[in-house]
């Protein structure tokens, strides 16, 4: 019975390497799939792992739709057993529509990989309409790690070193630009993310580079606007 299923997880969990591992097992099994990708961080048309894996994809734009792509390699003479998705935060939420459906009408097996939340920790429209019509939603067990050591369970937007909780939902990273600074993500755990603490401020508020600042007094919360 084919499924829609969302794995989930911050960065650094393990999402594209699971991706490339099971279209792996499905063409070990003679299944044929396509896969599908959208501002992966090695380039367009790519689905890379930070292992150093990577595959050629189908770069996802707005007007893609992912109904009208399967019928174009089944009609070509394709076989499409299968669908592995990538990024999927950055779908819009009638591209996940199309995905549920191609499941259902299809029988198609849908196997999407996202971010939850955002750096502002909000919901991508993507992941969100997912949650809501995925057959499974599974939390990846490869845990992340905050500079602390605690588990990473948010996704913080460093720009120019300076971690921030305003502007653009979606800024591809390790870029820089003269109106946005350079622009890098870091994985944080809840308490150090709402403090704003990321780990170029705690090595400049320890006292030496060995020592970092755990105590809360160290991390103290940002004024309220």
């Known amino acids: 019975?084919?499924?829609?299923?969302?794995?989930?997880?911050?960065m650094d969990c393990g999402k594209s390497t699971l991706a490339l591992q099971i279209d792996h097992n499905q063409r070990a099994r003679g299944r044929e799939g396509l896969i599908f990708t959208k501002l992966d961080r090695a380039g367009e048309s790519v689905l890379s792992s930070r292992l150093g894996l990577e595959t050629t994809a189908v770069e996802v734009g707005d007007d893609l739709d992912f109904w009208d792509a399967v019928?174009?390699?089944l009609t070509a003479g394709g076989r499409v057993d299968y669908l592995i998705c990538d990024e999927a935060q950055f779908y819009t939420t009638r591209q996940v529509e199309q995905l549920a459906r191609v499941v259902d009408e299809m029988g198609v097996e849908v196997t999407a990989f996202g971010i939850t939340a955002d750096f502002r920790t909000e919901l991508f429209p993507g992941s969100r309409r997912l949650i809501e019509l995925a057959d499974r939603v599974e939390v990846l067990q490869v845990e992340a790690l905050c500079w602390c050591g605690r588990r990473a369970?948010?996704?913080a937007r460093v720009v120019d070193g300076v971690m921030v909780v305003e502007?653009?939902?979606v800024v591809?990273?390790?870029t820089a630009s003269a109106r946005a600074g350079v622009v890098e993500y870091e994985v944080l755990c809840r308490r150090h993310h709402m403090r704003?603490?990321?780990s170029r401020a705690a090595l400049a508020a320890s006292p030496t580079p060995d020592t970092l600042p755990f105590d809360l007094d160290a991390c103290p919360l940002p004024p309220r606007p």
């Not at 019975?1 to 911050?10: C, N, P, R």
């Open 1 to 10: 019975m084919a499924e829609l299923v969302f794995f989930s997880g911050t």
């Open 167 to 169: 502007g653009e939902q």
């Open 153 to 155: 369970t948010h996704n």
């Open 172 to 174: 591809v990273g390790d």
């Open 71 to 73: 019928v174009e390699q």
């Open 196 to 198: 704003r603490m990321n």
